[in-house]
């Protein structure tokens, strides 16, 4: 019973950190769009900013690509721990 606890926690920590790495992926997201949309639309921006802004939005899209992935190879972890831990129960029942 003491390993069956241990795993729910490990799954509530995994689930915790998906969370986490959604909201990232969130922020990034918006973060990317705001800075795609002044790039886009404002025209006081001279050839420098402009670089500097595509340089910045590159790295967003850059971050946002590499917690997406984090966040599909936890989801998959989890995904594997929680049949893990349904499979043991199961063998465990009389």
């Known amino acids: 019973m003491a390993a ?6 490990g799954v509530e920590e ?5 969370r986490q790495l959604i909201a ?5 997201v918006y973060a990317t ?12 921006t001279d ?11 590159s790295h967003l899209i850059d971050t946002t690509r ?3 992935v984090a966040a ?5 972890e989890l995904s ?5 831990l349904r499979t043991a129960r199961r063998g465990a029942r009389p």
């Open 47 to 57: 050839e420098r900013d402009e670089e500097r802004h595509l340089e910045n939005l």
């Open 4 to 9: 069956s606890k241990k795993a729910l926690l």
């Open 24 to 28: 990232k992926v969130a922020a990034s």
């Open 14 to 18: 995994s689930l915790d950190t998906l």
């Open 80 to 84: 594997s721990d929680l049949f893990k």
């Open 33 to 44: 769009e705001d800075l795609f949309e002044k790039l886009i639309w404002d025209d006081r």
């Open 72 to 76: 599909v190879e936890m989801g998959e």
């Open 66 to 68: 590499e917690t997406v």
